[in-house]
C-alpha cells in the first residue's frame, strides 16, 4: 500500500526541496537579526565540566573554537522541519582567511551510516531488498564466510544496520595523501592496502549488539551489486538527488575540484594530511561521505518529515522501522535512538582522523542539528553547540550519556 503513495509523492520531493534550500541564507541573514534565541546559541556555550555549576561561564562559538584548537564548523538548525539557522564559524585552514559557510565540505566520519541506510531502506521501499533476507542472496562479487556462527542466524540487513549482526571490525583508519587505497573487496578481505584483519563474524547473528564499520561496508558490496551502479552512483541516485544534495559525495580521494573544502587538523589544530590537506577514506558507506551543514540538514528534514508524513522520500511505514530500537541494540535502522514519545531522538556522530561531526532530530518537534567540525578535538565542539542549542530553543529532550560521549 505505502509503496504506490510513496513511489507518486517521491517525484515532487526534490522542486521542494531545492526551493526550500535557496532560502536557507535569507532565513539565517533575518533571523541574525530578529531571533535572541540564535544571539544565545552563538553566544552561550559552557565548557563541558562546568555545567551545572553556578559559576560556569557563557562562552561564544569563536571562544570555544579556540579554546579546543579546532579552526572551524558548520551549524544547521532545524525547527518544525524547516532550517531556521545555517552558517559557518572560523577558517577551513588554521591561519588562513578562508572562511566557512554552509556550503563547506567536510568529511563526517560514521554520519555515513545515516546515509547508507537510508540508501539502503529507499532499496527496500520500491521492494529491490528485504530487510529480512540472508544477504548472501544478493551478494556476488563476495560471500559472508560460513562459520559455527552463521549456521545458527544468518546476516541479514536489519541486522547489519543494527550492529547486531556478529561482524568484527569497528573502525577504519583514515589513509594519508601518499597511500594507495584498497578496494571494497581487500577491506572485507584484509588484503593490503586495507589496514586491518578480514571483516568475519565473531558471534551468532542478532544476538548481541557490537559496532562494527566492516559490517556497514558488507552492505556497501550488497548495494553495488543489486544495483549494479558503484556505490557513489547509487547514493546520488537514491539519496542525494532526490534530497538537493548537490554538494555531497562519497568521492575518495575527494578532488580538490569539489572546492570549499574544509581541511583537516590535528588535536592541536595544526593542518594535517599534506600536502593535500585531507585523507581519504575508501570505506565510503562507513566513513566516506563529505557534505556540508545545508546538505545535511535537508537529509535530516527528510527523516523527520518521513517519519510523521508520507513525505515521499521514505514511506512511512519504512521511517517508523528505521527509527525502532532492534532487539539487542540500542540502534534502529542506522540512527541511534533515545528516549520516548516527546522526547524520542534519533542521532549519530562521526569521527574520523581530522574531523568530528554529529546529527540529531527529534520526530516529535520537529527540531534537529548538524555540525561539522575539522578538527580533532571537534567533538567537544559539537557536544557543546548541541547543548547550547537545546537551551536556546527549549528542546525538550534533555543531555544524557547518547548525546555527549564522542561517537565513532
Not at 70 to 77: D, M
Not at 248 to 254: D, G, V
Amino acid at each position: 500500500m505505502y509503496k504506490k503513495k510513496w513511489l507518486r509523492n517521491k517525484t515532487i520531493l526534490p522542486l521542494i526541496l531545492m526551493l526550500a534550500l535557496t532560502s536557507y541564507q535569507s532565513i539565517a541573514d533575518s533571523l541574525a537579526s530578529s531571533d535572541p534565541r540564535i544571539k544565545a546559541f552563538e553566544t552561550g556555550l559552557v565548557d563541558r565540566m562546568m555545567r551545572g555549576k553556578q559559576d560556569a561561564k557563557l562562552w561564544s562559538i569563536a571562544e570555544r573554537l579556540a579554546a579546543h584548537e579546532v579552526p572551524g564548523v558548520g551549524v544547521a538548525i532545524i525547527e518544525k522541519g524547516k532550517v531556521i539557522w545555517s552558517k559557518g564559524y572560523g577558517t577551513r585552514l588554521n591561519g588562513k582567511d578562508m572562511p566557512i559557510n554552509s556550503q563547506t565540505v567536510f568529511s563526517v566520519g560514521s554520519v555515513s551510516k545515516m546515509v547508507n541506510a537510508a540508501l539502503i531502506l529507499r532499496l527496500v521501499a520500491e521492494g529491490t531488498l528485504d530487510l529480512d533476507k540472508d544477504v548472501n542472496h544478493y551478494l556476488k562479487s563476495w560471500k559472508v564466510p560460513a562459520n559455527g556462527y552463521s549456521k545458527k542466524n544468518k546476516v541479514t540487513l536489519r541486522t547489519i544496520l543494527s550492529h547486531t549482526a556478529g561482524f568484527n571490525q569497528h573502525g577504519f583508519r583514515d589513509f594519508q595523501p601518499h597511500e594507495k587505497l584498497p578496494t571494497a573487496i581487500e577491506t572485507l578481505n584484509g588484503l593490503s592496502p586495507a589496514k586491518h584483519s578480514a571483516v568475519r563474524l565473531m558471534f551468532v547473528p542478532g544476538q548481541e549488539m557490537d559496532y562494527s564499520g566492516g559490517g556497514i561496508t558488507v552492505s556497501q558490496v550488497l548495494v553495488e551489486d543489486v544495483t549494479g551502479l558503484s556505490y557513489q552512483q547509487a547514493a546520488q541516485k537514491y539519496v542525494f538527488e532526490p534530497l538537493g544534495m548537490t554538494r555531497s559525495t562519497f568521492a575518495n580521494p575527494l578532488p580538490a575540484s569539489h572546492g570549499n573544502i574544509a581541511r583537516a587538523h590535528d588535536e592541536e589544530g595544526k593542518p594535517s594530511a599534506l600536502p593535500r590537506g585531507w585523507e581519504s577514506m575508501p570505506e565510503m558507506a562507513a566513513s566516506g561521505l563529505w557534505t556540508c551543514a545545508d546538505d545535511l540538514a535537508a537529509f535530516n528534514i527528510a527523516l523527520i518529515n518521513s517519519i510523521n508524513t508520507d513525505s515521499g522520500f521514505l514511506p512511512k511505514a519504512i521511517a517508523g522501522d528505521m527509527m525502532t530500537r532492534v532487539t539487542n541494540s540500542w540502534h534502529g535502522l542506522g540512527p541511534r535512538l533515545n528516549g520516548k514519545g516527546k522526547t524520542r531522538v534519533f542521532h549519530h556522530g562521526g569521527a574520523n582522523e581530522s574531523y568530528r561531526a554529529w546529527i540529531e532530530g527529534h520526530p516529535n518537534s520537529g527540531s534537529g542539528i548538524v555540525v561539522l567540525t575539522n578538527g580533532s578535538d571537534g567533538h567537544w565542539i559539537y557536544s557543546e553547540l548541541r547543548k547550547s542549542a537545546e537551551d536556546a530553543f527549549g528542546w525538550a529532550v534533555k543531555s544524557d550519556g547518547g548525546f555527549e560521549e564522542p561517537v565513532l
